[in-house]
């Protein structure tokens, strides 16, 4: 079968990378705005399956070109671009997902579902690791419980070995994570859907070594489309973001101080936002650290199974793959995605439309291939 990704940043390679070991992936299209990059991609994972391409973003007619006879194609670029790409894949009637990035977009998207039905493709935005797995999990916890009364979800990308002030280092660009922590959480509560401030909520943690005691808050986007298609199935659901302790006292005086701000202010003769400074600031600081990333996941739902008050928790730690040069985030990130868009070409997924994860994704099958990609799931249940 023949798979198109556009993209060859860091979470297309690792798309292409498990693409490539796919035996009955016979082509893999891997486009890009720098040919260059995606040539160096398809040399790097000495990839004979892999043909390189350039495109550029908006344009239409090459994308229709690009996806000409591929079973599925991946948005691996910036968000921006995925209504776009879903607009093509519906005219050329090909499967289409992406890694997501923005609810707004995903709404957007979601207004092509009579469309996409009439072509009879999937469009699977958000599959990533936060919103994308976690929809999965968060369905897996809810099916194991007669009646789930809340699900907490909370992940983190963080260095093994943090550094002062902040603790972190960016494993993602330094808008998005800007976005996440200003931007309003939606979270289910009572059984209802409400919004509440990112950075708030602070709670403390603890995790195997070598993390120990850690910190979560809310941020956004996280739960993505589960604010609409959990509210009857639990009455309560949030989700936190994980640091190491400290992280969210700085970030949220920094937020205090203005420093987030997309309005002008005058510096001498220049004119210059707040916002601009501290995303170049922090990709100056927080970016090429000589260290390896780490991702925590953990999934609690708590409710009554079998007329005993239960509470089911699936957890992940996952590590940078030193060997292979797959960061913790890229494996999280890419891997997700490339298990869904097999599942499509090999019809596992059977829904059509502009489809929710936590709904559409047979879980036990995405599960298992999880478990070849050597990402484990821990499962504990306590019963009262």
């Keep these: 079968m023949k798979l198109l990704i556009l993209g060859s940043g860091m979470m297309g390679r690792g798309v292409a990378y498990d693409f490539c070991r796919q035996e009955d992936v016979t082509e893999i299209i891997l486009a890009d705005g720098d040919i260059e990059r995606a040539r160096d991609v398809a040399s790097q994972l000495n990839g004979k399956k892999i043909i390189p391409q350039a495109f550029s973003a908006g344009d239409e007619h090459r ?27 519906i005219d050329r009637k090909v499967n289409f997902i992406d890694l997501g990035g923005s609810h707004r977009v995903v709404e957007g998207q979601f207004q092509l579902e009579e469309e996409a039905q009439n072509a009879g493709i999937a469009i699977i935005p958000d599959c990533g690791v936060a919103p994308g797995l976690v929809n999965i999990l968060s369905r897996r916890a809810i099916d194991r419980l007669d009646q789930a009364e809340s699900v907490q979800i909370r992940v983190g990308g963080i260095p093994v070995h943090p550094r002062p002030p902040l603790n972190y280092f960016l494993v993602f660009s330094s808008r998005g994570l800007i976005n996440e922590y200003i931007e309003k959480c939606r979270i289910i509560r009572d059984g209802n859907v409400v919004e509440v401030d990112s950075m708030e909520g602070l709670e403390t943690l603890h995790f195997q070594d070598p993390f120990g005691e850690m910190e ?18 639990v009455r309560n659901m949030d989700y936190k973001t994980i640091r190491y302790p400290g992280h969210q006292h700085y970030i949220k005086f920094l937020i205090d101080l203005g420093f987030t701000s997309s309005d002008k ?68 990130t890419s891997f997700p995605a490339a298990i869904i868009a097999l599942m499509l070409a090999r019809r596992q997924i059977e829904d059509r439309g502009v489809l929710y994860q936590e709904r559409s994704i047979p879980c036990e099958p995405f599960m298992n291939e999880l478990a070849k990609r050597k990402i484990t799931l821990s ?6």
């Design 216 to 233: 979560a808050f809310y941020t956004s986007g996280g739960i993505s489309t589960m604010t609409e298609t959990m509210t009857d199935l």
């Design 265 to 332: 202010i005058k510096i001498g003769d220049m004119s210059v936002t707040p916002r601009q400074v501290l995303e170049r600031l922090l990709e100056q600081n927080l970016s090429n650290q000589d260290d390896q990333d780490a991702i925590i996941l953990r999934i609690t739902g708590t409710g009554v199974r079998k007329g005993r008050h239960t509470i089911y928790t699936q957890e992940i730690i996952d590590f940078a793959d030193v060997i292979h040069g797959h960061s913790a985030m890229m494996r999280m």
């Design 63 to 89: 994308i229709a070109t690009l996806m000409e006879g591929c079973c599925v194609a991946v948005g691996a670029t910036s968000y921006e671009h995925n209504t776009t790409y879903s607009k093509v894949a």
């Design 379 to 384: 499962v504990r249940k306590q019963q009262e």
